[in-house]
T-cell receptor, first 114, second 113 residues
Framework: DQQVKQNSPSLSVQEGRISILNCDYTNSMFDYFLWYKKYPAEGPTFLISISSIKDKNEDGRFTVFLNKSAKHLSLHIVPSQPGDSAVYFC?????????????FGTGTKLQVIP | NAGVTQTPKFRVLKTGQSMTLLCAQDMNHEYMYWYRQDPGMGLRLIHYSVGEGTTAKGEVPDGYNVSRLKKQNFLLGLESAAPSQTSVYFC????????????FGDGTRLSIL
């Protein structure tokens, strides 16, 4: 049972345009959502997060939107740059068994075309 | 500023061999994790630890064992390697507070022949 789903395995965007990466979840107990970026041959690195009590969080070119009623979140990158080409993982966190359990999506590979 | 360091980076094993993957973090994090990443599967949690001397099973623990004798180190062991354990293994660590991000190592690429 995949509790965190990234239904688009890949996405191509022109440099300078907006990239929108989507993530859906099923567990209403998730209280934090995080996005990670991963380059080849490297580990994932944290990008941005949002608490379930908010609907938007912004950090420079990156904005995460949370729609709790739809159990959907999205990451917007504006403007997109070639260096943003990477795999993006959505992750959701919930308290379980005394610790913060994190569930990752399967990732979306973003290609930003110069 | 090392962060999370994984050793080795690459390894090839024969079926039935054993090995230990090492993970070290220098951020004084309470939590540590081992994941495996397979194509189309995302990151799946193998085992985790919420503190020195404590470990627990994750989503896919079978065939693996772990130990956390020191706060900064988290070891992942394969007692009898199988081809199904061919994967990229990532170690991560984090503070225990809610919403804290995990910090990942660069991975160990393991092939079992």
């Amino acid at each position: 049972d995949q509790q965190v789903k990234q239904n688009s395995p890949s996405l191509s965007v022109q440099e300078g345009r907006i990239s929108i990466l989507n993530c859906d979840y099923t567990n209403s107990m998730f209280d934090y959502f995080l996005w990670y970026k991963k380059y080849p041959a490297e580990g994932p690195t944290f990008l941005i997060s949002i608490s379930s009590i908010k609907d938007k969080n912004e950090d420079g070119r990156f904005t995460v939107f949370l729609n709790k009623s739809a159990k959907h979140l999205s990451l917007h990158i504006v403007p997109s740059q070639p260096g943003d080409s990477a795999v993006y993982f959505c992750a959701a966190s919930a308290r379980s068994g005394g610790y913060q359990k994190v569930t990752f999506g399967t990732g979306t590979k973003l290609q930003v075309i110069p | 500023n090392a962060g999370v360091t994984q050793t080795p980076k690459f390894r090839v094993l024969k079926t039935g061999q054993s090995m230990t993957l090492l993970c070290a973090q220098d951020m004084n994090h309470e939590y540590m994790y081992w994941y495996r990443q397979d194509p189309g599967m995302g990151l799946r949690l193998i085992h985790y630890s919420v503190g020195e001397g404590t470990t627990a099973k994750g989503e896919v623990p079978d065939g693996y064992n772990v130990s956390r004798l020191k706060k900064q180190n988290f070891l992942l062991g394969l007692e009898s390697a199988a081809p199904s354990q061919t994967s990229v293994y990532f170690c991560a660590s984090s503070h225990q507070d809610r919403g804290q991000p995990q910090h990942f190592g660069d991975g160990t690429r393991l092939s079992i022949l």
